[in-house]
């Protein structure tokens, strides 16, 4: 039998983030192997239930150049030196890093620990020819596309060279020699991208780098009453990150009454409550189990967190995307581009153009036979054992 590893699995404290990292170290300790969990005080009693032994991560890290009225420390220096330490107490085999998540990777390379980063999305990192991460647009369907985005790709990544600049500039001050590549919280000893292959657009990949395919994890919840009858079933699922004002539901509600359809309406928020009047065809609930709802549902509307993306097309839901920030409108284009559903641009956030991209979506069968290939992919390839396959062989390499 091989030798139970040490693994310390670092994920930064958004629902998006902890999840897929949760659903790697479960399938690590199935294995046998002994796990660390490094995140926010408020995962603590879920990291602890299954198992895992509980770092506490800082609440807060201040950025290179501060906002007013924010605290100056600590810096991303002084927590990854917090956790030297800590690592030295645990001595494990290898360091998984969560791609937002830079201090236990820095702590790993300070005292020589082997390193792997989890990345919960599509894979960041620009390729001459294709969009820049994050901006939310498709890739180009023609040549003169791709050279005009060869030649914008300088502008588009000045963001990311600044990032290269202050992080350099910690590597400095912890000792560490500077790093010409971007997005440098990325280990270059293994890199796990966790989505769908289809949602990836064509490039060339480095060696280091695998698409796995989605980490799926959620918290148990009782089942919960459908809305009754026979129509198709559209579920509405708030972000748990943004949108706290729930305008996509409550525009959704809105552009849905008196459609032939049953909606249901999760807000994604525990104990919330709906204040405004809820149309007959409709039920809205504070929270629900994906594994419940989205098998019985013929589409999803949502923000397009990674999360519930990538939820909805394992269970050959088609999606209609409605971004709220962040990475949601880079999520929303790879739906769209792999033929799996549509998204609605977010300043059009009304109830006549998400009426019209639900209608679309359920009149096209085109759209649910995409999700249903992506969903076979799935069932054929689970992407949580490829990771945890490969942090093994990195780990005892």
């Known amino acids: 039998m091989s030798r139970r590893l040490r693994v310390l699995v670092s994920a930064f404290g958004a629902t998006g983030h902890v999840f897929p990292a949760l659903a790697l170290a479960g399938r690590l300790r199935d294995r046998r192997h002994e796990i660390w969990f490094e995140s926010l005080e408020l995962w603590r009693e879920v990291v602890e239930e299954r198992g895992f032994h509980f770092i506490p991560a800082p609440e807060y890290i201040a950025l290179p150049r501060p906002l007013p009225g924010t605290p100056t420390t600590p810096t991303l220096a002084q927590s990854a030196q917090a956790l030297v330490p800590v690592l030295r107490d645990v001595d494990p085999d290898v360091v998984v890093n969560d791609f937002f998540t830079q201090p236990a990777t820095l702590a790993s390379e300070l005292g020589g620990v082997r390193r792997a980063t989890l990345i919960p999305h599509p894979y960041p990192v620009n390729e001459p020819g294709l969009p820049s991460a994050y901006i939310g647009l498709l890739a180009p369907r023609t040549p003169v596309g791709a050279i005009a985005w060869r030649l914008a790709q300088p502008w588009f990544a000045r963001h990311a060279r600044q990032e290269r600049a202050d992080l350099n500039d910690v590597r400095e001050e912890l000792g560490l020699p500077p790093i010409d590549r971007l997005y ?207 942090v093994e062989r990195h780990a005892r390499a």
Not at 213 to 237: K, T
Not at 272 to 294: C, G, K, L
Not at 356 to 381: H, K, M, S, T
Request: aromatic residues 6%; hydrophobic residues 45%.
């Open 184 to 390: 440098g919280g990325i280990s270059d000893e293994l890199a796990m991208v966790a989505t769908f292959p289809q949602l990836e657009y064509p490039r060339r990949w480095p060696s280091y780098v695998h698409v796995t395919g989605p980490m799926l994890y959620e918290l148990p919840h009782p089942d919960i009453d459908l809305p009754p009858g026979e129509a198709p079933l559209v579920v509405v699922a708030a972000s748990t990150a943004m949108d706290h004002e729930l305008r996509l539901v409550q525009a959704t509600l809105q552009a849905l009454e008196g459609e032939p359809v049953r909606v249901l309406a999760v807000l994604n928020q525990k104990g919330r409550e709906w204040p405004d009047p809820v149309p007959s065809n409709a039920i809205v609930v504070d929270w629900a189990s994906y594994s419940q709802v989205m098998p019985r549902a013929s589409l999803i509307v949502c923000n397009g967190g990674h999360g519930t993306v990538v939820r909805a097309l394992a269970e050959g839901v088609p999606l209609v995307v409605r971004p709220a920030g962040g990475d949601m409108g880079e999520n929303g284009a790879r739906v769209t581009w792999a033929g799996a559903g549509l998204m609605v641009p977010r300043p059009l956030l009304a109830p006549a153009p998400l009426r019209w991209a639900v209608r679309r979506v359920l009149a096209d069968p085109r759209f649910v036979a995409r999700a249903q290939a992506i969903a076979a992919w799935g069932r054929e390839n689970d992407g949580t054992s490829l990771g945890a396959s490969l």
